[in-house]
């Protein structure tokens, strides 16, 4: 059975252009062009908490695995880092020269990475005093579209084609080569040794980071060639945004080299510029088919 729309969140002005779940999945922390962050209740789609301070729009937005503090970045070159509770802006972080995209953080909020036109990675200790980077990624050759930070890797999807894995423990990187721009990259759920890689040849590549790093299946069916369309996936499903305006998910298990759609959802009436499934989708069976979607009609939708 495909998900259906449960909520449709309208506070936001133009495009938003990322959406996600809490750690507990009850909120939603979504950005848009219109300088705004939002707070929503996942469940009612009420607004709890405005966040505002970035002078361009806001790119990207990450959560805290305790809910305290959310991470944004955006077109002003500057990383906020919020409490969630009060709205108030913890730290201003600057370092990139250009556009930042993308913003991850790890497990306690300590470590901030995010990724930029500029085509760094820059990351940030919050334990400590200097607002200025603690380290600086220069490996790609174009921007840096989409990060994931775990505990102890960094891996960056760029607009050079690469997905780059940087082992922070033993200061190595590994470069994996795909034939098309990357402007997304998730971790397959609990299968660590499995990674997503959202490219603007219209393919979602399915990486074997524990073999060559060669894509072993993708995931088609979706448009994905001018935008930046953010994909997730749990390990069972992959879920991804698309230019045609629908929400397109897929079934891990379908298996094959290329792997057709197995639901395409609509609700938006424009781009679908980023999809995110629910933190508990395979652990409750009652959030199995939940997930948010952000688009450039201004909407975000909550599915279940």
């Known amino acids: 059975m495909s998900a259906r729309a449960q909520q449709r969140l309208t506070g936001h002005t133009g495009s938003v252009n990322a959406a996600v779940f809490d750690s507990t999945g009850d909120y939603v922390v979504s950005g848009g062009q219109d300088k ?22 806001v790119q990207g937005v990450a959560v805290s695995q305790d809910s305290s503090q959310l991470a944004s970045c955006g077109g002003d070159r500057m990383v906020f880092v919020w409490d969630i509770s009060t709205t108030q802006i913890k730290r201003k972080l600057t370092g ?48 840096v579209a989409s990060l994931v930070l775990t505990e102890s890797e960094i891996i960056a999807g760029s607009i050079d084609g690469c997905v780059r894995t940087y082992d922070m423990r033993n200061a190595k990187v590994v470069e994996d080569s795909l034939e098309s721009p990357v402007v997304s990259v998730s971790v397959a759920g609990s299968q660590q040794g499995r990674l997503l890689a959202g490219c603007m040849d219209s393919t979602i590549q399915l990486l074997d980071r524990e073999g060559d790093g060669r894509a072993v299946a993708a995931f088609v069916g979706h448009k994905c060639a001018e935008y930046r369309i953010q994909c997730d996936s749990n ?29 395409r959802l609509a609700g938006h009436s424009g781009i679908v510029n980023s999809v995110k499934l ?18 450039s009609d201004g909407s975000v939708i909550v599915w279940g």
């Not at 497990?107 to 919050?126: E, N, P, Q, R």
């Not at 390990?235 to 639901?263: K, L, M, P, R």
Request: with cysteine; glycine share 12%.
């Open 36 to 57: 705004q962050i939002l707070l929503s209740n996942a469940s009612t789609g009420r607004q709890v908490q405005a966040y505002h301070g970035h002078g361009w729009a």
């Open 235 to 263: 390990g069972q499903t992959v879920v991804s945004g698309s230019e045609d305006g629908f929400v397109y998910q897929w079934d891990i298990a379908s298996g094959g080299e290329i792997i057709q759609h197995t639901h």
């Open 278 to 295: 629910h933190p508990r989708a395979t652990t409750d069976a009652r959030k199995s088919r939940a997930m948010v979607s952000a688009g």
């Open 96 to 143: 990139h020269r250009q556009r930042v995209d993308c913003v991850a953080t790890n497990g306690d909020g300590s470590i901030v990475a995010s990724g930029s036109f500029d085509k760094t990675v820059c990351i940030w200790d919050l334990r400590a005093a200097p607002r200025t980077p603690l380290q600086v990624l220069e490996e790609s050759k174009d921007g």
